[in-house]
């Protein structure tokens, strides 16, 4: 079971079988049905040729997959914008201002390197809705595709200059003051996970006058760990921060769309409260409502609610936060995996954005990271997961604990999530692995671990594992 198709793309490990794993002939595959479902979509403009931007991490496979997606589109009359090495929200500007149709990242994002993924865009730059989602795959099971004659095939053109197009962009940002970053003279290390994040992120904090130490810093697509940016991977980076008296750390993952930060004192800023510190300083500036999903912590809730804002919470998923956004005009918003939000700049997770607001933040502040940490309300959790087999009805085994947990405060729009007076546990099936996802939270870290216990036995209990 590795080959996923979901409205967060089409994810797989490369190699082995058609059909069981991202091959080249699925790439191909899902490339012609992205690229007919666009004709379709702008069918109004057959006079013209459609316009697709193209960028990939720095994955092992990714150029062989970037070529393959590249031509397939070509061979559909389909012009290509190549941005080459490239970040998935730099592609996301990308779309918008090269005036494009549509995108794709090709990127697995936080998995390991024998992953990658397509991530399909619309012509904003913002991820397809699951009904598009359901479009493309169904014109990919029918094969339904009609290339162009020798006349009428595409062109790809390069353009290498989008990366620091994206940087300018997050440096006009109203409430980024690089000139105030500048005086405080800050040290920051900077784990790229060997991806494009490892250029980029460095170059930005260059331009804000950050003196920067790298870790990981080699476009060549060998994770030094998993890329996945929780604590467990991240022990290097969190000795180098004490080492080298750094004011802090950043990780992103391979695609940078997911940001952690890493105090003064070498422990984990928490991948949750990147968007509670941000959306603290955007909110005290300009104050409004925000969004998270329902796996994110409550700390967002609370900060909201001092700046007088009004918090809603999402189904996961960056598509459903988005949407949840531009309902309740929501001035920050994002994941609780890092992944920030913010409008004034693009409807897309962004680390860049979250940089450049966080280091500004930061300069306004007379109080070290862990400092700023420590101010936050504290709340702790626990994130593990069940590996899943084709044989476990997930969705029977939901149920089951939804009846037997109906008495309390239940969500069903995205797995289950049961709310407690002073807890929370959130299970759900992943959209991007074959596993289901249990995550709680609690007031302490032994409360979300022994409740996050307490539900992986219960779900293995009623899954027959």
Same mark, same amino acid.
């Given at each position: 079971?590795?080959? *996923?198709?979901?409205?967060?793309?089409?994810?797989? @490990?490369?190699?082995?079988?058609?059909?069981?794993?991202? $091959?080249?002939?699925?790439a191909v595959k899902f490339a012609s049905a992205y690229g007919s479902f666009l004709k379709i979509r702008h069918a109004s403009k057959s006079s013209e040729r459609l316009k697709v931007v193209i960028g990939r991490d720095a994955r092992i496979s990714g150029p062989m997959i970037h070529n393959l997606v590249m031509? $397939?589109?070509?061979?559909?009359?389909?012009d290509v *914008?190549?941005?080459?090495?490239?970040? $998935? #929200? $730099?592609?996301?500007?990308? =779309? #918008?201002?090269? &005036?494009a149709d549509g995108g794709i990242i090709l990127t697995a994002s936080h998995n390991p390197k024998q992953w990658n993924a397509l991530k399909l865009l619309n012509e904003k730059g913002e991820f397809l809705s699951g009904k598009e989602g359901e479009l493309i795959l169904e014109i990919a099971e029918k094969e339904a595709f009609d290339f162009s004659d020798v006349n009428n095939l595409g062109e790809v053109i390069e353009n290498n200059a989008y990366m620091d197009i994206h940087i300018d962009e997050v440096l006009e940002l109203p409430l980024v003051d690089a000139d105030l970053v500048k005086t405080k003279k800050f040290k920051v290390v900077v784990d790229g996970v060997n991806s494009s994040g490892g250029i980029i992120i460095p170059n930005l904090l260059e331009q804000m006058g950050v003196e920067v130490v790298k870790l990981y810093c080699e476009p060549n697509g060998h994770f030094p760990h998993n890329p996945e940016p929780l604590k467990e991977h991240l022990g290097d980076i969190c000795k180098l921060v004490v080492e080298e008296k750094a004011d802090f750390g950043i990780v992103?993952? #391979?695609?940078?769309?997911?940001l952690a930060f890493i105090s003064n004192d070498g422990e984990m800023f928490g991948e949750e409260y990147t968007l509670v510190a941000v959306a603290d300083y955007v909110l005290s500036k300009t104050p409004g409502n925000t969004v998270s999903n329902m796996s994110s912590s409550r700390?967002?809730?609370d900060i909201t609610e001092k700046h007088g804002g009004t918090?809603?919470?999402?189904? =996961?998923?960056?598509?459903? =936060?988005?949407?949840?956004?531009?309902? @309740?005009?929501?001035i920050i918003g994002g994941e609780g995996n890092g992944g920030i939000i913010y409008p004034s700049s693009h409807y897309g997770r962004d680390s860049m954005v979250g940089v450049a607001l966080f280091l500004t933040y930061l300069a306004n502040q007379d109080k070290?990271? +862990?400092?700023?940490? +420590?101010?936050?309300?504290q709340y702790y959790m626990s994130k593990n997961k069940i590996e899943l087999t084709p044989q476990i009805d997930v969705d029977n085994v939901l149920a089951t604990l939804t009846e037997k947990y109906k008495s309390e405060n239940i969500t069903? *729009?995205?797995? =289950? &999530? *049961?709310?407690? #007076?002073?807890?929370?546990?959130?299970?759900?099936?992943?959209?991007?692995?074959?596993?289901?996802r249990i995550y709680t939270e609690a007031p302490t870290q032994s409360e979300a671990d022994v409740l996050a216990e307490r539900f992986v036995k219960e779900l293995k209990e009623i899954a027959g594992i």
């Open positions: 079971m590795t080959l *996923i198709k979901s409205i967060s793309g089409i994810r797989g @490990t490369i190699g082995g079988s058609v059909g069981d794993n991202l $091959t080249p002939v699925d031509n $397939t589109l070509v061979g559909l009359g389909i *914008i190549d941005l080459g090495l490239s970040t $998935t #929200p $730099t592609v996301e500007i990308a =779309v #918008p201002l090269e &005036k992103v993952d #391979p695609d940078v769309d997911r700390a967002l809730r918090y809603q919470a999402s189904a =996961v998923g960056e598509v459903n =936060v988005v949407e949840l956004m531009k309902k @309740t005009n929501a070290t990271v +862990a400092e700023i940490r +420590a101010s936050y309300p069903t *729009i995205d797995g =289950v &999530k *049961i709310d407690f #007076p002073k807890e929370w546990v959130h299970l759900r099936k992943s959209n991007t692995e074959p596993i289901i």
